[in-house]
């Protein structure tokens, strides 16, 4: 944070400002912030924050709040949120998706992991430090130093998950300062009537045909595991907001590139009371819902802020509520009797979700086809404007979103596209705007991540290019990042492995020249829901690996103020052919349902072995088996000559032997870690 001194000289600068201009400075680097120079530098990517947090150091002052924390989630602890719940992007200008805010009279202090430790530098004024970690220990000890004992320390209980409420709990336990709850968000108070209006769309159902099974057989489903459960609870209480848009299906659009709708569930044994704002349902579903009552399957719409009420008066009786604690805030949580409490990290309808039926995996291939003809059509379109110098990182992600939307069932992008050429590759989640983004060359590397939502899937991609000549790094870099997407890919696991067992062989031909990277290996993924889909993956607090799950495997490599690269596909779980049979269960391995080749202009022959020059042909035979009739269909024959060509098989001959033994290495670790995860 920088000195006090520095207010007065804010204050003249501000005029520069007001049209969101920042006052210029010499630097050897002029995209990141610099607070040690007089008068400090930011970059026009920067928001000054002077007047938020005087507000919001108002309200705690009235509150007697001598800290106050801020976290990036919602009330249903979702990954991506709407703008009116974007708290701590207001107050900080930091718009990255993960991150927590603490602010006391005269500090104010932002932490985030190191996939957005630039982007802060480059979004953060002055009147923040930046803490180059997620860890409550740390946030604690800086709560510690800040806030004087006998102090109390503020936060929103039905933002913060239970776990996190204990972890600031224990790391102030002792010390006396008092952690207490207010239910008044200061930080919406400070906001005022700026703050974005709530959504008023409509909530909608989804056609049958695009549904793995009627909703009244998925609450069929889920009373049955309530009544095999030992525990036998009475109730299931739903807080994710992917939970009930499924349970049901329904869709809306309250958060941006998600199509999920505000809501909660109180399923018990013979009712189903969903809260809701009910003037947006649609006839449709207001008849679907309606369509069992009275009896059992009749859904009963209470208002969206009756859940505290409703819940505290259910369990004043002899009931027993399931929950999931990765979804549930502790101001829910905190309602309901420790010893009418059936806790497990995840609710049995977010189990339930994460194995797709022969439907619902039919339909996510399906999109997946279509999908890579947007992605086909868009890397033919950058062969040909990239080189006339004319095509930015917008212009691009505004491109290839309109070829996704011009797609059959198309429902618009799963996610803020990430088009990123040269330098700005090396933030993993860097995304253009308008007025700021560089011009794609045929000089640097290019890499897009980006997704689409159908109505019969949801769908993520990565790929990065190079239309030049890349440098021996670039190319090494990149044909080991594809060796670890490869590696993984073709596994073969045993089955209930964790994903985090297996998950190093995504890394395994990086680090054996020292290099590495710094996010997740994968994520899973819905149907027509979040592209970010728990609790499958390769976390440690995902669950095993079971026959019908998807998931994304997606390695990189990025050196900051250089390049960036990453390649992304998403994956089924199947069943394995393998030659012997060990015990009961079958084996498990992956099918790749992306479908697009990768840059041969970047792949370095003599790293690959054999096996995986054999998988890469193989791959591309299905590519041109179920992408090809598809453009042909589409009638996009210079897209189906392009797809012909670049997906021409490599010669095994090729292959060096660097990399020889890898994948018999990686399958005997893969017998002895199995064990591990199961």
Known sequence: MCPLLWIAAWALLLHGCAAGRVPQAPSTRNDIRNCSVDPPYLPPTATITTARLAALRGTMRTHGALAYIVPSTDAHMS???SERDARLGWLTGFTGSAGTAVVTQDKAALWTDSRYWTQ?????????ELQRTTSIESIGMWI??????????SLDPFLFSIDTWNSYSRALHGSGRTLIPLETNLVDQAWGDQRPLPSSS???SLPAEFTGSSWQEKVAGIRQRMEQHVRHPTAVLLSGLEETAWLFNLRGDDIPYNPVFYSYTLLTNTTISLFVEGSRLSVAARESLSSGCPGPLCVELQEYGQVSAH??????????????TEYTTYGLYGIIPQEKLLEEDYSPVMMAKAVKNAHEQEMLRAAHVRDAVAVIQYLLWLEKTVPQGQVDEFLGAEHINALRWAQEHSRGPSFQTISASGLNAALAHYSPSNGSSRTLSVGEMYLFDTGGQYLDGTTDITRTVHWGEPTPLQKEAYTRVLMGNIDLSRLIFPSHTAGRTVESFARRALWDI????????????????SVHEWPVGFQSNNVPLEAGMFTSIEPGYYRDGEFGIRIEDVVLVVEAQTEHQSGETPFLTFEVVSLVPYDRNLIDLRLLSPEQIRYLNSYYERIRAHVGPELRRQRLEEEYEWLQESTQPFPVNGAGTAAAGTLALASLLSVLLGGLGA
Request: charged fraction near 15%; include cysteine; aromatic fraction near 12%.
């Open 79 to 81: 990954e991506y949120i």
């Open 120 to 128: 802060a530098e480059r979004e953060l004024d002055c009147n923040w």
């Open 144 to 153: 510690l130093k800040a806030v004087p004992a006998g102090g109390n320390v």
């Open 202 to 204: 409509e909530i909608y």
């Open 311 to 324: 819940l505290r008066r259910y369990t004043q009786g002899n009931v027993t509520v399931w929950l999931g």
């Open 514 to 529: 020292g290099l590495n990277y710094g996010h997740g290996t994968g994520h899973g993924i819905g149907n027509f829901l």
